[in-house]
DNA sequence: TGAATTGCAGAAAACGATTAAGCGTATTTT
DNA sequence: AAAATACGCTTAATCGTTTTCTGCAATTCA
């Protein structure tokens, strides 16, 4: 590969006026500039990414750290729509995407000691257990974190707006006219709290009381045990006339489960799912479900982590909280029972 | 960051004797060793990547290829869980991954200057348009290369079957009874080549002449090409009585087009796609479609790139196919026309 | 005209690692 | 006992950049 000192050879002029001439320094005429950078592109020169990484402890390179339990984030439609959204938004700026895991150079690290080995500039987190304690490690650290879906009090976070999506939801489920209408929803995390927390409220401020026996504690992205909660619910003596699932993912599992209950959607139950992903609207019936704006998620973290990376005096803890809105399908229909 | 030179300070001797023991080179001694590592592990060292990548010329990196022109592979079902699959193996050997574009450093780069830039070991590229120059000055350029679904002759590839996939798919439908079956392929590459060979070479073998109309070229990932093609292939006169389409996402394109005609999946027509992902087994009807091998194509990948790494003498060009094999919906039913 | 200023370029150190070469000391060989 | 070998570690060069400091020449100022 051709080095900065083949140009400066070629140029005739010293590495340093070939560095300082690719940089745009003041203090070099624009008459040598230009003849430089002539040169250097002539001979395809470009600049050792890992050379500049060590003299100025700056890589362009973000850490992405994306990962569950169950697979891999890409996998994911929520997250990888998402992460899409993300890369593009970096690439644009001139950063490049390198994962985070747990075993770089072979040795077992923890994310903290591979982002530094890597040398990132920021790390941008989402899809994964927030508790763990390394990923704790990473919040505390001393680099540029932005979180997506979950909120540190010490770092920049970009979420989805869950408590009005979930009210949103339901106020279109109301208008239909359900009055008994059950929650299927994820593990704990804050995304969730958000949620069921809006749940209560919005029903209640909908004068509805909620059973105990409707709210059940399911997983994301499981139809398995979507399914096994389904069933229950079906088999409750006063059974909702709408379930809403965890995600659109998982509503798979809530569907066969109803299916083979020998019910129809939404004739004799209605369901909403949660995401509006394209697998939500190839479903049969169609989903209605809260579409989340990955777009606008993936791309406020990458513009608010790049703005914490180049600007670390002004870095100010944001909260940046993206709206969704209600993806109407044909899964909730009018409850026909009158009670 | 805690540096090598900390590391010797603290231990009493050289960075030298400090790199060759943790690099277990033999001129050090066993009880040298031991203590560096031990003090190395209390302070938390881990070696800068920048630096080493500069000395050595290696980054552990790997440069992963994976758009096409309509959106990132990333959001692209098969294709992410191909590089899902990749990245596992990869990151097992300490290999991160980077994405290759063209906007490294917020210069116009070229794949080929991008991977170079960020001294990448090697690339794998794959959900691309095969006959950019770009790639082309990639897969004539010296960095080990693996391509996944397309076959250069100076390169090792990893392929999907896509002959025996084709055949193996249409036998399934010549079982049931179809012998009038259509096929609606993607975009002209190699894999379409592949596929759309077999399937006049399968049913040549079967007998069964194969009309022009019956072949329609449309475009991968696209439901709305495949619903225009679809209603044309609804419109002959002597209509097919099972299509086969480019995927399993177009084909929610094509299921519309035939809803809207009246039609039902499989009373009056069937039809099957081609991938296997999700989507294709949670769509109603659930379809009957040629499911590839993700898991091992990114996992072979993964190792027969690392292997031309780190053995650049024995650098052999392989052909890896990969079988894919019948997923049986209920897409696919027995025609009923006596004819 | 001499002094101060400015503009432009180069020399050299540094970033953090790897590695060839060198060099005592101890051991083995002859 | 002298020479050769082996061992264990250090010295120093090097990878390709960036950047501070220095210095020369031309210009401006007094």
Redesign the interface.
């Known amino acids: 590969?051709v080095s900065i000192k083949d140009v400066s050879a070629k140029c005739g002029v010293s590495v340093a006026t070939v560095s300082k001439s690719l940089n745009d320094h003041s203090d070099i005429s624009e008459a040598t500039k230009e003849h430089v950078r002539k040169i250097a592109k002539e001979m395809?020169y470009?600049?050792?990414?890992?050379?500049r990484?060590?003299k100025t402890n700056r890589?362009?390179?973000i850490g992405v750290l994306f990962v569950d339990e169950a697979?891999?984030g890409?996998?994911h439609?929520y997250f990888?729509?998402v992460?899409?959204s993300f890369?593009?938004e970096a690439?644009?700026?001139?950063y490049?995407?390198?994962?985070i895991?747990k075993?770089?150079?072979?040795?077992n690290?923890t994310y903290y000691?591979h982002s530094?080995?890597?040398?990132v500039d920021g790390v941008v987190i989402a899809c994964i257990d927030f508790t763990d304690p390394d990923v704790m490690e990473l919040i505390h650290g001393e680099l540029p974190v932005v979180t997506i879906d979950h909120v540190f009090n010490n770092r920049t976070a970009i979420v989805s707006d869950n408590i009005k999506g979930m009210s949103d939801l339901l106020s279109y489920i109301y208008e239909k006219g359900h009055r008994k209408i059950a929650f299927i929803h994820g593990a704990d995390s804050s995304v969730t709290r958000n949620r069921v927390g809006s749940f209560y409220k919005t029903l209640g401020e909908m004068g509805i009381d909620v059973s105990d026996d409707y709210v059940k504690c399911g997983i994301y992205h499981d139809p398995d045990t979507t399914a096994k909660l389904t069933k229950e619910l079906l088999e409750l003596r006063d059974r909702p006339t709408c379930i809403v699932f965890p995600d659109d993912f998982s509503c798979?599992g809530g569907i066969n489960a109803i299916k083979e209950h020998g019910l129809n959607i939404p004739e004799d139950i209605s369901i909403a799912g949660y995401d509006g992903i394209?697998?939500s609207q190839?479903?049969?019936p169609k989903l209605t479900t809260l579409q989340q704006d990955t777009k606008a998620l993936g791309r406020s973290a990458a513009v608010k982590l790049i703005a914490l990376i180049e600007n670390p005096k002004a870095a100010i803890i944001e909260r940046v909280v993206v709206e969704g809105k209600v993806l109407p399908g044909n899964s909730v229909g009018c409850p026909k029972e009158k009670k």
């Open positions: 590969m395809g470009f600049p050792n990414s890992s050379a990484a060590l890589t362009y390179n697979q891999s890409l996998t439609e990888a729509n992460l899409d890369k593009v690439e644009k700026n001139g490049d995407i390198t994962f895991n075993n770089a150079g072979r040795k690290m000691e530094k080995y890597r040398g798979i394209v697998l190839v479903l049969d």
